[in-house]
């Protein structure tokens, strides 16, 4: 017997051999081939080195009751049956050394193919503390969960991310992909994101995930952190459970017990029956760290904590892989009981049967429309007998956004356009003309709300979910600008709270400089590496060349006329330009002109601040 064999169990219980994989090749899909041969190599061998324990075993009862009886044994040892079995005896003995062998070529192979995280993961089933998210996108998720996500009726078993654009950007953040690659190949789905919340001194039963139970593998979860999470509320997991071939409910099942009757020492215990390295393990945690295991991991958890517990969990597989869901009315039995519900599978990386693609954001058209540049004069906004009255001016999709959107609205002396609410898209309120009262609040309730008096030149940036109206307490319509906008939410730790602000004066620079400007706030957000404003004063025949950014651009006037593109724009009118778009601008009025900007830029721009 030679090492280019393999053990496989089949489903009668009985062993056959199959060959061994080649030497690791240097192709990255042959490598990952390779990698979940030897997977299936490893959970082989855990499987033979339980029979041999149980071998063992046997002998040594074996031993015990014929011990003192050598006439017996004697007689044992000359029988027809202990001859007949010799070959058995001789081929165990084989297979222990076969496995030794087979330990060692699967060692040489994961050193060739595989970095040492991913080589930990098959190991012991699980990577933590991971850093996932910052402690201020775990603060939007969870207000995004609270306010939005929990209050909507979603279809079908832990698909947030199926109906709602908010989760499936998380879920499928480029550096999180980058991760799971090595785990499940270059073709992945999403089938199920959850949250999961436990209040201080609830227990969630040790468990093996139903869905991704099954022998073959192929799944990968990611546990998160969100909210309250530190080492006694973090996630239980018990080490190498992966590679047992069995899920935690067959063994509670087989004992005769019920789930929660079991404790932590049981499953240490019931572990190192299996593997004699194995154990309960809680990592050390903090919001926005992960765990990111194996799906057929037995693990549970007890929130030992002092307050409430939240938490995010994405569930992964390799693309074409089957997943099945339990019967939620017969968790607890042995064996497992499914469905006829069908998870709602999206391909997220690669190449796959799965071909759902990213919800729409909140909030945005069904099918947004790619905006490509946008100009609007400042005249035929008009009050409304109904004392508010918006006018669109586009809606749809950019290279840096997913979602924006823009509006002019009329206000009405005396009216309101709604009590103070929230969103999850972040805001921009420009005042046009006339006065408006801004109420930031922390709730619906008006009573409590910050009240702010504010004129022509006037704006407010809103976070996502922050309370707020505006309304006119003035004798005259108010006119102002929105501009809207969702995209995924980006890794920053100190994102720019609500701010007010306003272009102010005229300049102190000399009229001579044929363009001056003044930067009035910049910084991360939620959504973008930097928001960025400032007020520019262009002279009459001033201008700049036509140029592209890799950021999108607005512009409001507010007054003198501009030139670009070959239309003219004057106060109270605006412009788009989206990234990529090349634009120009010329004063091409007798007066200086002056416009607010806005730049919206994507994550990059944050990651390069933060260098």
Known sequence: MTAAKDLREAEDGSWAYAPQPKPAPSEPHEQRTLLARIGQLETALAAGERREHALQASKTQLAQKLAGQKSLNATLLKSTSWRMTAPLRAAVDAVRTFGDVLRGVVRHHRQKVISPEVAAFHKEGYLAPVDLFTPAQCALIVKHYQLHARRSRHKGHKALAAHDRFF??????????????????????????????????????????????????????????????????????????????????????????????????????????????????????????????????????????????????????????????????KLDQWPFCFSAERPTSLLVAGKGKEGLGAPRPAGFSEKPLPIDTHLRGGEGFLASSDGWKPYRLFNGSTPILPGMKAHVSVLSPGHCPHPPHCHIEEELLVVLDGEAEILIADGPDPADAAVKRYGPGSFVYYPAYQHHTIRNVAAAPVTYLMFK???????????????????????????????????????????????????????????????????????????????????????????????????????????????????????????????
């Open 485 to 611: 906008w969702q995209a995924a939410p980006f890794e920053v730790r100190e994102p720019l709270d609500t701010t007010l602000s306003e272009i102010g004066g005229r300049f102190a620079a000399p009229r001579e400089a044929p363009r001056t400007t003044r930067v009035l706030f910049e910084g991360p957000t939620g959504y973008l590496g930097k928001l960025h404003a400032h007020v520019t004063e262009l002279q009459p025949g001033a201008g700049y060349p036509a140029h592209a950014d890799k950021y999108d651009v607005a512009i409001i006037v507010f007054s003198g006329t501009v030139e670009t593109l070959g239309k003219t724009v004057g106060p109270g009118g605006s412009i788009y330009y989206a990234a990529g778009q090349r634009h120009g601008m010329r004063n091409v009025g007798k007066d200086p002109a002056k416009y607010l900007v806005f730049e919206f830029h994507g994550p990059q721009a944050g990651r390069a601040a933060a260098r």
């Open 168 to 329: 499936y950007d998380l879920a499928t953040r480029p550096s999180l992909l980058a991760r799971l690659k090595p785990l499940l190949g270059d073709d992945i789905i999403l089938w199920g994101a959850s949250v999961m919340i436990r209040k201080a001194g609830d227990v969630h039963d040790w468990h093996t995930d139903i869905e991704s139970s099954a022998r073959d593998g192929r799944f990968v979860s990611v546990w998160v952190g969100l909210e309250n999470t530190c080492r006694g509320s973090a996630l239980q997991i018990a080490s190498r459970s992966h590679r047992f071939g069995e899920p935690i409910q067959q063994v509670i099942h087989e004992r005769g017990l019920h789930r929660s009757q079991v404790t932590s020492d049981m499953v240490a215990a019931w572990a190192r029956e299996h593997d004699r390295e194995a154990s309960v393990v809680q990592p050390e945690m903090t919001d926005g760290q992960a765990i990111i295991f194996d799906g057929r991991l037995w693990h549970g958890s007890h929130n030992t904590g002092p307050a409430k517990r939240s938490a995010l969990i994405l569930q992964y597989a390799a693309a074409g892989t089957p997943v099945v869901f339990p019967d939620l009315d």
